[in-house]
């Protein structure tokens, strides 16, 4: 809780641990099925074991919180002390996680600001924290919700994938839909606009592919002071030189973030994933 407000978001923002501690920010798990089974995110479902199954050709697909979840985390807030809530989640394009979270917040008794981010992984992490500075300067309920919503304006998301199959298979491809036939012929770049995952630039190669995309990273980061986050499954040795080289190549960069998705996203992205998060302080 920060003050007198408490922040809440849900397990996609991959946030680090310390930031969630420090800021001491309640993280609702979404949960991923593999065939029957519904395993938590983050706590019984690692994104190794969630790239073992797709590999497998395991069916796996994904669920968000349900309201009632999210209402007793708005509990226990109010319970240990909190005035209001401020609860920042995953894009209403790609989860029904907001939507649960406003049936949550109509139905308890502690006063919740639901902001769609329309982003995911550490684009989403990045309005969450901006959350927490704008709690931490003392801000209201209201500005506090407006920081987040105005740093979705200023982040974006950029990434690459091996194969679009797994996206076509869970639906969440958007206007992408139109390269899956061509999906053996180009690597395709894709970026999050308007809340969805849509076409950004067709590659024929990975190694172009990647090459590409961290040359649209630098271009958007540009001279301001940006922090920056390296997301991947499976894909640590791609990962570890983009993110070395990113911090050679940005004079502005403040913080740099490299960490694996979780299972949720991995399960809708596939082994291979390489994303950057650009986030304007």
């Known amino acids: 809780m920060l003050g007198h407000l408490a922040l809440v978001t849900d397990s996609t923002a991959y946030l680090p641990q310390d930031a969630v501690d420090r800021h001491r920010i309640r993280v609702v798990p979404l949960s991923v099925v593999v065939g029957d089974e519904v395993r938590t995110e983050g706590i019984e479902i690692s994104p190794k074991d969630v790239a073992e199954a797709l590999r497998s050709k395991h069916r796996v697909t994904t669920s968000r919180p349900s309201p009632e979840t999210f209402a007793a985390a708005y509990r226990a807030a109010a319970e240990a002390g909190a005035t209001g809530i401020?609860?920042?989640?995953?894009?209403?394009?790609?989860s029904g996680t907001a939507e649960a979270a406003q049936l949550a917040a109509a139905a308890v008794d502690i006063p919740v600001r639901v902001v769609d981010s329309r982003l995911v992984g550490m684009a989403l992490g990045a309005c969450v924290l901006?959350?927490?500075?704008?709690?931490?300067?003392?801000?209201?309920?209201?500005?506090?919700?407006?920081?987040?919503?105005?740093?979705?304006?200023?982040?974006?998301?950029?990434?690459?994938?091996?194969?679009?199959?797994?996206?076509?298979?869970?639906?969440?491809?958007?206007?992408?839909?139109?390269?899956?036939g061509s999906a053996l012929a180009v690597k395709p770049l894709l970026h999050l606009s308007g809340g969805r995952i849509e076409p950004l630039e067709k590659v024929r190669t990975a190694s172009r592919a990647i090459a590409r995309l961290e040359e649209i990273a630098v271009e958007c980061a540009g001279e301001q002071e940006v922090d920056i986050a390296v997301h991947h499954l499976a894909a640590e040795d791609r990962a570890e030189p983009l993110a070395e080289r990113l911090r050679e190549r940005v004079p502005g960069l403040r913080e740099l973030y490299l960490s694996e998705v979780g299972a949720v996203i991995g399960a809708h992205v596939g082994p291979g994933l390489l994303a950057v998060v650009v986030s304007p302080r």
């Open 86 to 94: 401020v609860s920042v989640h995953i894009s209403a394009e790609l």
């Open 130 to 180: 901006a959350a927490a500075e704008a709690a931490e300067a003392g801000h209201d309920l209201d500005e506090v919700a407006a920081a987040a919503t105005r740093q979705s304006g200023l982040t974006s998301g950029f990434f690459y994938v091996d194969t679009l199959e797994h996206l076509r298979r869970g639906g969440r491809i958007g206007t992408a839909r139109a390269l899956v």
